[in-house]
C-alpha cells in the first residue's frame, strides 16, 4: 500500500486510537479526529472537511455504544445520529471524493437466534434501539454505495481509549471487580465473539491490502463463540487471578436493553485471526 493521508473518526476511543497508531507505523498520515473535532451527525461539516482535508481514506471508529442508555427516548435521537446519520455522511462524502470508507458495526444487528451463528451474508433484525441504531448505519451506507466495508465486531478488548467517553472494556470491568470482590456474579448467555483491537487493527489493513470487494466482513479472533461467564474464566485463569465466579442467568441482572442470546460472528470471508486466548495472552502480558 502507498503512503496515504487516512482520516479517522473516533481516533481517541479503544479501537481507534489502535488503527491511527498501525497505519502511523506504516508511514500513513494519519488524521485523528474525536467528537471535539469533527461532528460526524452535520452533512456540511463533514462533507466541508473531507473535501478540505482530501484523504486517501476515511476510517469511522466513531460510535454511540451505551447500549441500555440508548432505549432512553431522550438518548435514542443522539445514538441515531451517531450511528446512522454520521456513517450517512462519511460514506457521502467518502463516495464523492471516490475514496474507500471502512465503517465499524456490530453482533447487536442480528437477534441471536440462529444456532449455528450469523455470516457476513444472514438477515439482520436487532432486538435493541442500540441494535436498530447500528443497523440503519449499515443500510444508509450501502444506499449511498462507492468502494464501502462494513467491518462487525463483537466483545472488543485492547488497551483503555484516550476519550473521556471510551467505555470500559470487559476484561478491564472483570480485572477491577475481582481486587476487591471474591466472587462475582456472570451472566451464562449472550454468546459472541470476542475481538482484539490491535488484531482488528491488523485484519483493517489486510482488508485495505487485498483484493477485497466492497461489502460486509466480520472481523472477530478465532476461536468457538464464548458466553460472558465462559470469557471471564478464560480472563481470571490467564491473569492468574484467584475469584469464584458463578453462571447466572441475564434475568438476575434485568436491564433496559434486550441483548442477543447467541450471535457468534462468522468470518468467511478474511484470514482468521488468531486465537482469542492467544490474544487474550498478550493483552495481559502486556
Not at 481514506?57 to 445520529?81: G, R, S, W
Not at 462487525?152 to 476487591?180: W, Y
Not at 488468531?274 to 495472552?281: M, W
Request: charged residues 25%.
Amino acid at each position: 500500500m502507498f503512503s496515504m493521508k487516512i482520516l479517522i473518526t473516533g481516533a481517541n476511543g479503544m479501537l481507534g486510537k489502535d488503527l491511527a497508531s498501525l497505519f502511523e507505523s506504516r508511514g500513513h498520515a494519519v488524521i485523528k479526529t474525536d467528537r471535539k473535532d469533527l461532528d460526524i451527525t452535520s452533512r456540511d461539516e463533514v462533507l466541508e472537511r473531507v473535501r478540505k482535508i482530501g484523504p486517501d481514506l476515511v476510517i469511522n471508529a466513531a460510535a454511540y455504544n451505551f447500549v441500555d442508555k440508548v432505549e432512553e427516548p431522550e438518548i435514542y435521537p443522539l445514538a441515531f445520529a451517531v450511528n446512522a446519520e454520521g456513517p450517512r455522511n462519511l460514506a457521502e462524502a467518502s463516495a464523492l471524493s471516490g475514496i474507500p470508507f471502512v465503517h465499524y458495526s456490530t453482533d447487536y444487528v442480528f437477534a441471536g437466534t440462529k444456532p449455528e451463528g450469523y455470516s457476513e451474508e444472514d438477515t439482520t433484525g436487532p432486538v435493541s434501539k442500540y441494535g436498530e441504531t447500528k443497523e440503519a448505519g449499515e443500510r444508509f451506507v450501502q444506499e449511498i454505495g462507492g468502494k464501502y466495508y462494513i467491518c462487525r465486531l463483537s466483545k472488543i478488548f485492547g488497551k483503555p481509549g484516550l476519550s473521556e467517553e471510551s467505555k470500559e472494556s470487559f476484561v478491564a470491568l472483570m480485572l477491577r471487580l475481582a481486587e476487591t470482590m471474591p466472587e462475582l456474579n456472570i451472566v451464562h448467555e449472550e454468546v459472541g465473539s470476542p475481538g482484539y483491537t490491535p488484531d482488528i487493527a491488523k485484519a483493517t489493513l489486510e482488508l485495505l491490502n487485498g483484493e477485497y470487494e466492497p461489502g460486509i466482513y466480520h472481523i472477530v479472533n478465532d476461536g468457538r463463540g464464548v458466553t460472558w461467564h465462559e470469557f471471564a474464566n478464560e480472563i481470571f485463569e490467564i491473569a492468574g487471578v484467584n475469584v469464584k465466579s458463578n453462571p447466572v442467568t441475564s434475568a438476575e441482572f434485568p436491564k433496559p436493553a434486550e441483548r442477543p442470546k447467541f450471535a457468534p460472528l462468522i468470518n468467511n470471508k478474511l484470514p482468521k485471526l488468531r486465537d482469542r486466548k492467544e490474544a487474550l495472552c498478550e493483552f495481559l502480558g502486556g
